[in-house]
């Protein structure tokens, strides 16, 4: 029989998920999971694909806000709904616009000061604004793209089997967590019920960078693992690279661990094969040095030793991106003059053509 394993809510995108025996199911998601996020300046939503020790800080539910604890466990800080601001402010994630209150100044510097560069702490506010692309009828909290994500144990064990790396569920950061079913079995799955509230699936759930990092070190795998296993066999023809089930619900209710999941309606599976896996290659070890980097016309001091995305991206310069793992393509620039490092044989393409979240600057760079 299928059952309700697990349940997870991230109340801060990309920090510690908290586990819980029950949730309330809402047409935006689990009660109180991400209804915070961190941003830089102008709105913009900044993760552990960034940042990857955002996933070592702890939040802790209040009745009436929220407790951050640092990485180290060393502080902590209280925040308020009340605390934050009243005016609504523009925001962005993956491309989709619209407004969030932002936290107070105090906050913010201290959670600046663990990422070394100016952040903001940010509330969805008491009136979602934020709509599901392609369903406006649907409010959305800061998940990347769906109010639910659900994952299949026995897929998790048959990845585990395959890869050669430690492999943990909490890397995935799902809402819903299944056992008792095949592996992938949740691929043809439609329309579900858990418990008395039914979901639909709407589109398998693409993977990127984010499922690299080791939710206890708060770092990046060294070799990109599991993301790398999952290409190995699990690239649709597009290039996405799927795990889990992106989910809207058609109704409200509790939800329980331990309760039913009856398949109601199911679908032809997406079909999947082996992607391309390209090695990651070792930078050459090379002193730190400075280096200057234009980009459209605008020029700043850069150096040797970080991604170009990065880079880029710290100095408010927007570069679209979706796996930041040299998988998707998305971040692709045209370099004009200058010597890179790139960190995979794939990064360097046909007239100039390079992916900036797997190159690292070796001189001064023009880039367009």
Request: glycine share 6%.
């Amino acid at each position: 029989m299928v059952t309700l394993s697990r349940l997870y809510v991230h109340p801060v995108k990309s920090m510690r998920g908290l586990q819980l025996s029950h949730a309330q199911v809402t047409p935006s998601g689990l009660a109180f999971d991400r209804l915070f996020m961190l941003t830089d300046p102008q709105g913009t939503f900044i993760t552990a694909r960034q940042y990857p020790q955002l996933v070592q800080f702890t939040p802790a539910l209040l009745p009436d806000g929220l407790i951050l604890t640092s990485p180290d466990g060393s502080d902590s800080v209280v925040l308020k709904f009340s605390d934050f601001d009243s005016q609504p402010q523009p925001t962005e994630v993956w491309g989709n616009h619209f407004t969030s209150l932002i936290a107070p100044e105090n906050i913010n510097t201290w959670l600046s000061v663990y990422l070394k560069r100016d952040v903001q702490l940010r509330w969805v506010g008491p009136s979602l604004t934020r709509r599901v692309k392609k369903k406006p009828e649907i409010p959305l909290s800061f998940a990347d793209g769906y109010p639910y994500l659900l994952l299949n144990e026995a897929s998790l064990f048959d990845l585990k089997k395959r890869c050669p790396a430690s492999v943990k569920l909490e890397q995935f950061r799902p809402n819903l967590v299944i056992t008792g079913a095949e592996p992938y079995a949740e691929d043809t799955w439609q329309t579900i019920r858990v418990g008395e509230v039914i979901f639909d699936l709407v589109k398998p759930c693409s993977r990127c960078v984010l499922t690299t990092v080791s939710t206890e070190r708060g770092r990046k795998h060294p070799t990109g693992e599991p993301l790398k296993t999952l290409q190995s066999y699990r690239t649709a023809e597009d290039g996405d690279v799927d795990f889990g089930q992106n989910m809207i619900a058609r109704n409200s209710g509790i939800i329980r661990a331990g309760d039913s999941v009856e398949v109601l309606a199911t679908k032809p599976a997406r079909p999947y094969s082996a992607g391309t896996v390209v090695e990651n290659v070792e930078m050459p070890a090379t002193a730190a040095q400075e280096v200057a980097i234009t980009y459209k016309g605008t020029s700043f001091k850069g150096n040797n030793q970080q991604i170009l995305l990065e880079q880029l991206e710290q100095q408010g310069l927007r570069i679209p991106y979706s796996c930041r793992a040299g998988i998707c393509g998305s971040c692709k620039l045209t370099l004009v003059e200058g010597e890179i490092n790139a960190l995979k044989a794939t990064a360097i393409g046909k007239q100039g053509k390079i992916l900036s979240c797997s190159c690292v600057p070796a001189s001064d760079l023009i880039l367009e």
